[in-house]
């Protein structure tokens, strides 16, 4: 018999669905919500609505593009937490409801975990894949980690953002300066063309393994501020300059922070995952690194990055084999870490 897992996510502003049979992808389907550009941000009540509207369409399409019927499912994980309660708790009725009426296990989630597990997500491409164990640096709209990968259940968080995520940083950033939401693919494209030294931000003086983006974010908006008032146009004139100081600024923390945990954990393989993994410049320094310093640099594919159910499903596999059910009753948290 085969085994079959619905993955769901619901944690933000993507309400996911995928389907996963004998550890092979065979759909994944993301609807965002494109409600929260014009308010600069995620508004939560409006990302509850959205979720509620399109779980069952979403649901509905996994399961036709991957030719399954809902009678043949094995199991259904979905995303227990962190994330903005509202939305997780579409995700989690509707899997808990699945799971009762079907009689079928529950696998509860760590989203955080998930994001790292995308690495391994087999969608019939070959790639080369990080080994165990590793370093996985898991950067996105809402978690910036640094985190001791020694098996799929067995993860340890070794350093944690203390304020900002990086993905964070990036989007109040390019608001600031104007830019639509989120800004980080937008910072990403302008900062190709602009010098990253143009602008001096502050390094972040933490110790240990944890992060943190608060200053470089606020000497920015600064910046910005300051800019237009002494010359009223600025942040459009300076756009490719401030975009490329602003990330210069990120990726250099996240690289210090890297070269530290490598020397703490040596390890020979690390990861990227979350939503910022898509970033050029980070791709391209870090792999540079890795080159310099001897380790091997993974990012999953884009589609896996960003928040998505395949990643859902394939972390759920995992707790499926070790028997870590959840009870029917299982409530979402909007906090794990
Ligand atoms: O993983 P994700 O989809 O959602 C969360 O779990 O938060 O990450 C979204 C974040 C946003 O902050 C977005 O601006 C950022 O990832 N992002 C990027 C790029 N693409 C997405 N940041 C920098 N450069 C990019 N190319
Ligand atoms: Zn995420």
């Known amino acids: 018999m085969h085994q079959i897992i619905l993955g769901i996510e619901s944690s933000c502003d993507e309400t996911a669905a995928a389907v996963m049979v004998d550890g092979k992808l065979r759909s994944n389907v993301v609807a965002s919500q494109e409600i929260h550009a014009k308010w600069g ?3 939560p009540e409006l990302a509850s609505r959205a979720h509620q ?12 593009l991957a ?5 043949e499912l094995g199991a259904v994980a979905f995303t227990r937490g962190p994330g903005l309660i509202g939305a997780l708790l579409v995700g989690a009725c509707f899997a808990r409801s699945m799971a009762q009426a079907l009689r079928i296990p529950l696998l509860a989630v760590d989203h955080v975990q998930a994001h790292i597990m995308a690495h391994f997500i087999d969608d019939g491409e070959e790639r080369p894949r990080p080994s165990f164990p590793f370093l996985n640096l898991t950067v996105s709209g809402g978690h910036s980690q640094l985190v001791l990968v020694r098996s799929a259940l067995d993860m340890e968080v070794i350093g944690s953002t203390l304020d900002d995520a990086a993905g964070e940083a990036f989007d109040k950033g390019a608001k600031a300066m104007g830019l639509p939401y989120p800004g980080g693919p937008l910072v ?4 190709q063309a602009g010098d990253p030294h143009r602008f001096i931000l502050p390094k972040p003086a933490i ?19 300051r800019g237009e008032r002494e010359r009223p146009g600025f942040a459009q004139a300076e756009r490719d300059n401030l975009c490329a100081s602003l990330q210069a600024a990120i990726i250099d923390h996240l690289l210090a922070k890297v070269k530290r945990a490598l020397k703490e954990h040596p390890v020979r393989d690390v990861g990227v995952a979350g939503g910022v993994a898509a970033n050029s410049g980070l791709r391209h320094r870090l792999t540079q690194l890795g080159a310099q310093l001897g380790f091997g640099v993974f990012f999953p594919p884009f589609a896996y990055c960003t928040d ?24 979402p948290v909007p906090r794990i870490h």
């Open 207 to 225: 110790e240990g393994l944890d992060l943190s983006f608060s200053g470089i974010k606020a000497a920015f908006v600064a910046q910005v501020e």
């Open 308 to 331: 998505n159910a395949a990643m859902i499903a394939e972390a759920g596999r995992h707790l499926l084999a070790a028997n870590r059910f959840a009870p029917l009753d299982t409530v």
């Open 53 to 64: 509207e399109h779980i069952v369409p979403v649901v509905q399409e996994a399961l036709a």
């Open 188 to 191: 990403d494209r302008y900062a």
């Open 67 to 71: 030719g399954v019927r809902k009678e």
């Open 41 to 43: 941000g995620v508004v």
